[in-house]
Structures are given as structure tokens and as C-alpha cells.
């Protein structure tokens, strides 16, 4: 089993770049997660990878060899499709065998090609739905036929387009452990995209972040979480996302801070490493991470806000709060109460900022 | 039941009922038996003009050739009421949600968030007696779904307008209702608010429905073993808070379902950690940013559960590792305390029903 290459994709609608520059490999059986907002090109990507649309610009090789030019049947590429794209005069049984019965495909026996597509449908918990047509299922059950579709075969690559996302969260978790497992025995080269960040960081071995057709950024999960290398990968990942502040970096003493609305926070070694004392006075977008920011205990010190709105997830609960004329976002423990209006202290004791270049978007940390 | 200025949403997977039920209420669907009211108001066999409902659509249904003040004006253009009044209201709502710089722009050339809030402000301008949301951030991204999650919260706050929500996203019933019902198969399962349906689901499919990732279920036996509590499963013992059994009372039952959520299972070495304590190995670990979860196959193969358990980033288990999972509510400030009836949830084995720790007295 080989590598998938994608070398410098280009593709253009008219004066329209969807993709610009694409340049990412993904190692056999590695699971390489793309994310973007929608319209980020995500789609057009899968496409072109499977063969369905042809890039205006760049190669896409399997093991070495150029397959830009040759039709998705004989690439033996696995997709599936964001529109699922399903027969509609196919019961679910035969659509997820189809691939299995195309002309080229390794010959199955009858009895062979029946256990595969039954022990997939179990798995995505489609079992007793064999007989039914698509018009006959919901939006999420179509779904899981074009993934089993999809993952039935035995590919040389494997591409899922939004593959779990419109299901719901119990479903979504078993199913990312079962695509997962089946793509990692297969051992194929695997391109998993989703709109939700967290989703592929939880699944991928490494993360691809697309911002209007471009690779912003490609590393681990840690990576574009932890250290999102631009504006843009910052304001796409975490629920809630980094907040983004506009700041200065400030002489404190001997040492770089950085300040914003009467708020003065130390800089992090690897931000001040980058930056001498000659940089204060520069302005920086200043990223705070929801989680780092705490409600200070009673009658401590810190910065005093106003609650806008208290969102209880269980575990924890979001709590968003007007400070001067931001809104920021938090992670604050389960079981709180609070009323729109009302005052919070907030202590930015933990915060490790992540420092923004405010014109180029690039981060300034090491 | 919906109180006045409330957010209720209805929860439950596709094919549930939740949608037939958003349709009912908005008089596009036939009630074979039962009464619908609004405040004192049966409207039960009202038509759907008449009975005052604005609805916000999954895919906006915006007219795509007007710009956003005529498309939050439509309801009142179309219903004649005179030109000065349309645009007061109209310029309302478009303050109320932060419209201006868009006000004379083609809706077409809005992001879906900003179409969405345009949906909204068509809603708002009628003063409906009822709003119902059908799955309102489904077309969205992340970033955008969490902004307009809590946008849509501190409007429906500030209007004070009764609201019905309808999803299958466990996090955004949670985020925006003051209360959730969640259906399954038409049948209403539980109703309470995000809290409550965390804390004490009233069976195993509000247990598993609410949560990511969902509770673990360990089918067993409670045994009492040198002065413990344990939990004897095909998988081993595990120790369980002493707690729990008084909740028992005197007919302890024979076989139950223990839940527990990730965030109450603690991993330790091989030899380590307390005991009695299920062994097992690291399938997986799932990145999730501020934490991670860790996949444990437990020992004896194919039919043992994978516990999803929740761990700090600094957590050393990789995949392959041997580890022995424990029951700990970390929450709990004394490591002494750590082991909390509150950590656990008992089922019944046959139905599914909650045993114990009991629920608290319904709060007003």
C-alpha cells in the first residue's frame, strides 16, 4: 500500500480559485484530517482526489504514480460524498454492494460480498434497513449507507467527505472508532473532512486546516490546537474558538507584557523569546483560550464583567460575558447558575496568551 | 408543558418524533388525539395562519432576490399593515440582532450565520405567540454554531418570546433550552433542565443521548466483598461508593447497569491504583483540545465494553498501554471523597429504568 500525494492542486471556476497551492501527503495507513468552514474548498479537494473533477493545476499520485488523469473507476479510490450521492433505484443492500459487483472489481462470491455488506450495515446500526430504497430513509441513515458504500471496498485510497456529521453524538462516537478502526486495518492512505475541527482532531493523525482553498496549516492535533499558526486556523478550532482580542504589546519592568482594556498579562516564554524590548508599542491580536480563563473565588482580585449568556453543556457550561466592548468566552464548571447582567471576576492568572500578528494573521510565537 | 418566555427544546434522534411534533404545534400537521394550547388558547384544530406561530427553518427559506430588511419586513408587507409601521419594526429587530451594516444587502451574499439571523428577524417582527427553531445551526460551521448558539439564547432572553426548539444535537439542546425533552420513537423520554438530564437520567437512553462521549454502561451484579461494595461483571469487580447501597433500600436487585461518564473513571498502571478495578488495554486516544479521552478495551474480548474515559493532556497512556480503570470523581476536592455516589448511575437491567442514586425533588 502506498502513499497519496497531493502536489501543488490548483483549481480555478473562471476568476474563482477554490483551490490554490495544495501541497499535503498522506502516509499509508495514516488518517489525514481536513477542516474548514464551508466553502473552504474541502469538497472540491475529495473530488478531485477520487477522480470525479480534475484539477486546473498540479498531480495527484498513489504510490508515486500520476493518477490526475485517469477516470475515479480505475483509480480505486474509496469516496464518499457529502450528498451521498446514493441510487435511488437501489435498495440499501445493493447500493452498498455496488462497488463490489463494478466491472474491475476483485471478483467476490455471492456468499462473500453478502457478509461484508451485512457486517457493515450492523455496524453503523442499519441492520433490518437491507430492503429499503433511499426515498424510504432518514437524512442521517443516508448518511451511514454512503459511508458503508464507501468503506466496503478494498481501495488504494480512501476519501470521507462530512462522513458523521449530521448525526447525533452517540452515533457520531461509536462510528468514529468504527471508520476509524476499518481505515486503519486497511491500511490506505485515509482523507477524513469535517466542518468541525474537534471531529478530525479526535480521529486524525494529523489535522489539515483549508482557509479559502488554502493549507493553512497541516500538524498534529496538539498543533493547530495549541499553536494554530494563524488567525484563521485560531478562529476555526475549540468550542468556543480562542478568543480574539485586539492588544499592545507593553513594557512591564524589565519584560514584555501584553495589555488590553486595563488588562496586563506576561507574556509566554515562547512569545517573548521572539520579541524585543524595541516591540512594545506593537499591536497584537491577542488570543486567550476559553479554559484558561477562571471565575475568580469570592472576594478575589481580577477583572470585573458582565454575564451575557450562561450556555450548561453538562460537564462544563460555556459563560459568555461583556468585558468593555468584547465578548469572551469561557469554560466554567458544571452546576453555576447565572442571570444575563449580572457581575463576574475573572482571573486571568492561567492564561498563556497566544500573540497574532494584527495585518499578516501570522502567529508571533515560536 | 412550555411556560411563558421559555425555551423548550425536543431532543432525540432522527426518526423520533421531534419534527412531526414542531409540525403539530405549528399547524402543518394533523393531532389524531390530544390538545394543543397557547397560554389558555386550544389551537388545536386552529389553521396555521391563525394561530400566531413563526417558525426559523434548518435551510432559512429566505427569498433569496430581496435584501435583509425586506426579507424581515415580508410578514408584515404581505399582510398590508401601513408603510411607516413595517419599517419601524422592521429597523427593530434589525438593531435587535446587529443587522445594520447589512440592511440593504442581498441575502444571497450573507455567510449562512448572518442568513440565519436574517430567518430569525423574519420571525421576531410578527410578535408571534410562539417561535419554533426546526434545527436551526444544522447548515452551519462550528465557529459560527457556537456564536449564534449563544446569540440566539440572549435573544430569545431579552424578547422574552416562548420558543420551541427542535434538534438532534445533544449540545445546542443543552446550550440554549431552559428545559429539554428528550423523545425517543415518539415516546417523550424525560423532560428537565440540561443539569438535571446530566445529572439524573430517568433511564439508559437519556443516559446515553446526553453526553459526549456518551456514559459508559457496565452490565453486573452489586456484591458486598470484605466490607466493600463491588460490582461483579463478566469484565472483573470494580469497586462502587458504598453510598449507593443504602439507596437500594432492603431489596437490592440482582442484576443491574452501572453508568458512568468518562469524566469519573480514572486510569492507573498495571499494579496501581485502588482495587477491586477493571484491567484492559489503550485502544485509542481521541484529541479533544483541553482534554483528551482515552479508549479502553476491557479484558475478555469481544463483548466487553470500550470505556471511554477522560483524561488531563499531561496523561501519560498511549495506545497499547495496560491500564486498570477505577471509578473517581475528580470533582471532589478530598481525594478521601473521591469516591461519590454521584460518580455512579444504577439501571435497571430489564427496562432500563433509573434505580438509583435517587432523583432530587423536582426543582421549581
Given at each position: 500500500m502506498?502513499r497519496?500525494?497531493?502536489?501543488?492542486?490548483?483549481?480555478?471556476f473562471?476568476?474563482v480559485?477554490?483551490?490554490?497551492g495544495?501541497?499535503?501527503?498522506v502516509?499509508?495507513?495514516e488518517?489525514l484530517g481536513?477542516?474548514?468552514?464551508?466553502?473552504?474548498?474541502?469538497?472540491?479537494?475529495?473530488?478531485?482526489?477520487?477522480?470525479?473533477?480534475?484539477?486546473?493545476?498540479?498531480?495527484?499520485r498513489i504510490?508515486?504514480?500520476?493518477?490526475?488523469?485517469?477516470?475515479?473507476?480505475?483509480?480505486?479510490v474509496?469516496?464518499?460524498?457529502?450528498s451521498?450521492?446514493l441510487?435511488?433505484h437501489?435498495?440499501v443492500f445493493d447500493?452498498?454492494?455496488?462497488p463490489?459487483?463494478a466491472p474491475?472489481?476483485?471478483?467476490?462470491?455471492?456468499?462473500a460480498?453478502?457478509?461484508?455488506?451485512?457486517?457493515?450495515?450492523c455496524?453503523v446500526?442499519?441492520?433490518?434497513l437491507?430492503?429499503?430504497r433511499p426515498?424510504?430513509?432518514?437524512?442521517g441513515q443516508?448518511?451511514?449507507?454512503?459511508?458503508c458504500?464507501?468503506l466496503?471496498?478494498?481501495?488504494r485510497?480512501?476519501v470521507?467527505?462530512?462522513?458523521?456529521?449530521?448525526?447525533d453524538?452517540?452515533?457520531?462516537?461509536?462510528?468514529?472508532?468504527?471508520?476509524?478502526?476499518?481505515?486503519?486495518r486497511a491500511?490506505?492512505?485515509?482523507?477524513?473532512?469535517s466542518p468541525?475541527a474537534?471531529?478530525?482532531?479526535?480521529?486524525a493523525d494529523r489535522?489539515?486546516?483549508?482557509?479559502?482553498g488554502?493549507?493553512?496549516q497541516?500538524?498534529?492535533?496538539?498543533?493547530?490546537?495549541?499553536r494554530p499558526?494563524?488567525?484563521?486556523?485560531a478562529r476555526l478550532v475549540?468550542?468556543?474558538?480562542l478568543?480574539?482580542?485586539?492588544?499592545?504589546?507593553?513594557?512591564e519592568g524589565g519584560?514584555?507584557?501584553?495589555?488590553?482594556?486595563?488588562l496586563?498579562l506576561?507574556?509566554?516564554?515562547?512569545?517573548?523569546?521572539?520579541?524585543e524590548l524595541?516591540?512594545a508599542?506593537?499591536?497584537?491580536?491577542?488570543?486567550?483560550?476559553?479554559?484558561?480563563?477562571?471565575?475568580?473565588?469570592?472576594?478575589?482580585?481580577?477583572v470585573?464583567?458582565s454575564?451575557w449568556?450562561?450556555?450548561?453543556?453538562?460537564?462544563?457550561?460555556?459563560?459568555?460575558?461583556?468585558?468593555?466592548e468584547d465578548?469572551?468566552?469561557?469554560?466554567?464548571?458544571?452546576?453555576?447558575?447565572?442571570?444575563?447582567?449580572?457581575t463576574?471576576?475573572?482571573d486571568f492568572?492561567?492564561?498563556?496568551p497566544?500573540?497574532?500578528?494584527?495585518v499578516?494573521?501570522?502567529a508571533?510565537?515560536? | 408543558?412550555?411556560?411563558?418566555?421559555?425555551?423548550?427544546?425536543?431532543?432525540?434522534?432522527?426518526?423520533?418524533g421531534?419534527t412531526s411534533t414542531?409540525?403539530?404545534l405549528?399547524g402543518i400537521e394533523?393531532?389524531?388525539?390530544?390538545e394543543?394550547y397557547f397560554g389558555?388558547?386550544?389551537?388545536?384544530?386552529?389553521?396555521?395562519?391563525r394561530?400566531n406561530?413563526a417558525?426559523v427553518?434548518?435551510d432559512?427559506?429566505?427569498?433569496?432576490?430581496l435584501t435583509?430588511a425586506?426579507?424581515?419586513?415580508f410578514?408584515?408587507?404581505v399582510?398590508?399593515?401601513p408603510r411607516?409601521?413595517?419599517?419601524?419594526s422592521a429597523?427593530?429587530v434589525i438593531?435587535?440582532?446587529?443587522?445594520?451594516?447589512?440592511?440593504?444587502?442581498?441575502?444571497?451574499?450573507?455567510s449562512?450565520?448572518?442568513q440565519q439571523?436574517?430567518?430569525?428577524g423574519?420571525?421576531?417582527v410578527?410578535?408571534?405567540a410562539?417561535?419554533l427553531?426546526?434545527?436551526?445551526l444544522?447548515?452551519?460551521d462550528?465557529a459560527?454554531k457556537?456564536q449564534?448558539?449563544?446569540?440566539?439564547?440572549?435573544?430569545?432572553k431579552?424578547?422574552?418570546?416562548?420558543?420551541?426548539?427542535?434538534?438532534?444535537?445533544?449540545?445546542?439542546a443543552?446550550?440554549?433550552?431552559d428545559?429539554?425533552?428528550?423523545m425517543?420513537?415518539?415516546?417523550?423520554q424525560?423532560?428537565g433542565?440540561?443539569?438535571?438530564?446530566?445529572d439524573?437520567p430517568?433511564?439508559?437512553?437519556?443516559?446515553?443521548f446526553?453526553?459526549?462521549?456518551?456514559?459508559?454502561?457496565l452490565?453486573g451484579?452489586?456484591?458486598?466483598r470484605?466490607?466493600?461494595?463491588?460490582?461483579?461483571?463478566a469484565a472483573g469487580?470494580?469497586?462502587?461508593?458504598?453510598a449507593?447501597e443504602a439507596?437500594f433500600?432492603a431489596?437490592?436487585?440482582?442484576?443491574v447497569?452501572?453508568?458512568i461518564?468518562?469524566?469519573h473513571?480514572a486510569l492507573?498502571?498495571?499494579?496501581?491504583g485502588?482495587?477491586?478495578?477493571?484491567?484492559?488495554?489503550?485502544?485509542?486516544?481521541e484529541?479533544?483540545?483541553d482534554?483528551?479521552?482515552v479508549?479502553?478495551?476491557?479484558d475478555?474480548?469481544?463483548?466487553?465494553?470500550e470505556?471511554?474515559v477522560e483524561?488531563d493532556?499531561?496523561?501519560?497512556?498511549?495506545a497499547?498501554?495496560r491500564?486498570?480503570a477505577?471509578?473517581?470523581?475528580?470533582?471532589?476536592?478530598?481525594?478521601?471523597?473521591?469516591?461519590?455516589p454521584?460518580?455512579?448511575h444504577?439501571?435497571?437491567?430489564?427496562?432500563?429504568?433509573?434505580?438509583?442514586?435517587?432523583a432530587p425533588a423536582?426543582?421549581?
Amino acid at each position: 500500500m502506498g502513499r497519496l500525494t497531493l502536489e501543488a492542486i490548483e483549481r480555478r471556476f473562471g476568476e474563482v480559485e477554490a483551490l490554490c497551492g495544495v501541497d499535503v501527503a498522506v502516509e499509508a495507513g495514516e488518517i489525514l484530517g481536513i477542516t474548514g468552514a464551508s466553502g473552504a474548498g474541502k469538497s472540491t479537494l475529495c473530488r478531485i482526489v477520487s477522480g470525479v473533477e480534475t484539477p486546473t493545476g498540479g498531480e495527484v499520485r498513489i504510490d508515486g504514480v500520476p493518477v490526475t488523469r485517469m477516470p475515479p473507476e480505475r483509480r480505486r479510490v474509496a469516496a464518499m460524498f457529502e450528498s451521498y450521492a446514493l441510487y435511488p433505484h437501489l435498495a440499501v443492500f445493493d447500493n452498498v454492494a455496488f462497488p463490489l459487483r463494478a466491472p474491475g472489481a476483485p471478483r467476490l462470491t455471492r456468499a462473500a460480498i453478502a457478509a461484508r455488506v451485512r457486517e457493515l450495515l450492523c455496524l453503523v446500526e442499519l441492520d433490518g434497513l437491507e430492503e429499503r430504497r433511499p426515498a424510504e430513509l432518514s437524512g442521517g441513515q443516508r448518511q451511514r449507507v454512503a459511508l458503508c458504500r464507501a468503506l466496503v471496498q478494498d481501495a488504494r485510497a480512501s476519501v470521507l467527505d462530512e462522513p458523521i456529521s449530521h448525526l447525533d453524538a452517540k452515533l457520531r462516537h461509536a462510528l468514529r472508532g468504527t471508520i476509524r478502526r476499518r481505515l486503519t486495518r486497511a491500511g490506505a492512505p485515509a482523507i477524513w473532512t469535517s466542518p468541525d475541527a474537534l471531529e478530525t482532531m479526535a480521529v486524525a493523525d494529523r489535522v489539515a486546516v483549508l482557509v479559502r482553498g488554502r493549507l493553512r496549516q497541516v500538524g498534529t492535533p496538539d498543533d493547530v490546537y495549541r499553536r494554530p499558526a494563524t488567525l484563521d486556523v485560531a478562529r476555526l478550532v475549540g468550542d468556543p474558538p480562542l478568543n480574539l482580542l485586539r492588544g499592545e504589546v507593553v513594557r512591564e519592568g524589565g519584560a514584555l507584557a501584553v495589555g488590553h482594556a486595563g488588562l496586563v498579562l506576561p507574556l509566554p516564554a515562547s512569545v517573548a523569546r521572539r520579541l524585543e524590548l524595541g516591540d512594545a508599542d506593537r499591536q497584537a491580536v491577542l488570543g486567550l483560550r476559553p479554559a484558561e480563563i477562571a471565575l475568580a473565588r469570592d472576594g478575589a482580585a481580577g477583572v470585573a464583567a458582565s454575564v451575557w449568556v450562561w450556555e450548561p453543556l453538562g460537564r462544563y457550561g460555556i459563560l459568555s460575558v461583556r468585558l468593555g466592548e468584547d465578548l469572551i468566552k469561557l469554560k466554567a464548571p458544571r452546576g453555576l447558575r447565572f442571570q444575563p447582567g449580572e457581575t463576574v471576576v475573572l482571573d486571568f492568572t492561567a492564561a498563556e496568551p497566544l500573540l497574532f500578528d494584527p495585518v499578516e494573521g501570522a502567529a508571533l510565537q515560536a | 408543558m412550555c411556560p411563558d418566555g421559555e425555551l423548550l427544546a425536543l431532543l432525540g434522534p432522527s426518526g423520533c418524533g421531534k419534527t412531526s411534533t414542531l409540525k403539530m404545534l405549528a399547524g402543518i400537521e394533523d393531532v389524531s388525539a390530544g390538545e394543543i394550547y397557547f397560554g389558555d388558547r386550544p389551537v388545536t384544530r386552529l389553521d396555521a395562519a391563525r394561530r400566531n406561530v413563526a417558525m426559523v427553518f434548518e435551510d432559512y427559506a429566505l427569498y433569496p432576490h430581496l435584501t435583509v430588511a425586506e426579507n424581515i419586513a415580508f410578514p408584515l408587507t404581505v399582510r398590508g399593515r401601513p408603510r411607516d409601521e413595517v419599517r419601524r419594526s422592521a429597523d427593530e429587530v434589525i438593531a435587535l440582532l446587529g443587522l445594520e451594516p447589512f440592511r440593504d444587502t442581498s441575502v444571497r451574499l450573507l455567510s449562512g450565520g448572518a442568513q440565519q439571523r436574517v430567518g430569525i428577524g423574519r420571525a421576531l417582527v410578527r410578535r408571534p405567540a410562539v417561535i419554533l427553531f426546526d434545527e436551526p445551526l444544522s447548515h452551519l460551521d462550528g465557529a459560527q454554531k457556537s456564536q449564534l448558539r449563544a446569540e440566539i439564547k440572549r435573544l430569545q432572553k431579552e424578547t422574552a418570546v416562548t420558543g420551541v426548539l427542535v434538534t438532534h444535537d445533544q449540545t445546542e439542546a443543552m446550550a440554549m433550552a431552559d428545559r429539554v425533552a428528550v423523545m425517543d420513537r415518539g415516546v417523550l423520554q424525560q423532560v428537565g433542565a440540561p443539569d438535571d438530564l446530566y445529572d439524573r437520567p430517568q433511564n439508559l437512553f437519556v443516559a446515553q443521548f446526553i453526553g459526549e462521549p456518551p456514559m459508559n454502561l457496565l452490565p453486573g451484579r452489586p456484591a458486598r466483598r470484605g466490607g466493600c461494595l463491588v460490582l461483579e461483571s463478566a469484565a472483573g469487580a470494580l469497586a462502587l461508593p458504598s453510598a449507593v447501597e443504602a439507596a437500594f433500600g432492603a431489596t437490592a436487585p440482582d442484576e443491574v447497569i452501572i453508568g458512568i461518564r468518562p469524566e469519573h473513571l480514572a486510569l492507573h498502571g498495571d499494579r496501581e491504583g485502588p482495587s477491586p478495578a477493571l484491567s484492559g488495554s489503550v485502544s485509542y486516544r481521541e484529541a479533544r483540545g483541553d482534554t483528551d479521552v482515552v479508549l479502553v478495551q476491557i479484558d475478555g474480548g469481544a463483548p466487553m465494553p470500550e470505556l471511554a474515559v477522560e483524561v488531563d493532556r499531561e496523561a501519560p497512556w498511549r495506545a497499547g498501554d495496560r491500564v486498570r480503570a477505577s471509578i473517581e470523581d475528580r470533582s471532589a476536592g478530598d481525594p478521601g471523597d473521591r469516591l461519590r455516589p454521584s460518580a455512579i448511575h444504577v439501571f435497571d437491567r430489564d427496562g432500563g429504568a433509573r434505580l438509583a442514586p435517587p432523583a432530587p425533588a423536582a426543582r421549581a
